[in-house]
């Protein structure tokens, strides 16, 4: 740390002791002031760290910014949104199962060799590629209005020993050639905060039950059947 230059004390003699200690304040306050505006020295001292090399220029930086990214909206509208959303699975015959959440219907099925008829994909299926979906969402954010949209590629590996469990996923995604570099680092910035990325690194409360169904009423199933 520089040390602060002192007043010569003849200057400050003559306008008696108060008035010294208010000129020593001024000088080290223009001190800090013409050490600060050095832009090599950091604020808490020593050398400014070096710029990330895929981070934007100053000028890109603030393009992104005055672009305002719909992504950083959504997924702080999302984050305080605390209300429980319920999706129903009901079984179809065999292996198929319809999965109903707001409106939506999808049929997960196993492989025939498997003993399903393959007219969907597999749980295991779904969950790799929800994980793949929100990657490509909020990709497609990063790149901002009026951009092409990004190709998602995604790689994944069963464990070989039990517990059985996807042990490992691996995604790439491929922007448009005339993506900058800006755009590049906002991208992921924006995949950073993928919700079920975000779900599989810090553990969801998982609770399992299973009782029997109520039975239905004799009076109930007629009126239904009428």
């Not at 129903?88 to 997960?108: F, K, N, Q, Y």
Request: aromatic share 4%.
């Amino acid at each position: 740390m520089r040390s602060s230059p002192t007043v010569p004390r003849s200057t400050c003699d003559r306008f008696g002791r108060r008035t010294r200690r208010r000129c020593e304040r001024s000088s080290r306050t223009r001190h800090r002031r013409a050490s600060t505006s050095d832009s090599s020295v950091f604020r808490g001292g020593g050398k400014a760290p070096p710029r990330c090399a895929d981070s934007p220029s100053r000028r890109n930086r603030s393009k992104v910014t005055r672009d305002r990214c719909d992504w950083a909206l959504v997924a702080t509208s999302r984050a305080r949104q605390s209300t429980a959303v319920e999706l129903t699975v009901d079984s179809l015959g065999g292996e198929r199962h319809r999965i109903a959440v707001r409106g939506h219907e999808l049929v997960v099925d196993q492989p025939r060799e498997d003993g399903g008829e393959d007219i969907g994909p597999t749980p295991t299926e779904l969950f790799v590629a929800s994980l793949a979906a929100c990657v490509a969402h909020y990709a497609r954010r990063g790149l901002g209005r009026g951009a092409g949209g990004p190709k998602v590629q995604c790689n994944w590996t069963m464990s070989q020993v039990p517990p059985w469990r996807v042990a490992a996923i691996d995604i790439a995604v491929s922007l448009p050639p005339e993506t900058s570099q800006a755009r590049l680092y906002a991208v992921r910035r924006a995949v950073a905060h993928c919700t079920v990325h975000n779900s599989l690194e810090a553990t969801p409360t998982i609770s399992i039950s299973a009782a029997v169904a109520p039975s239905t009423p004799a009076s109930e199933r007629m009126a239904a059947v009428a």
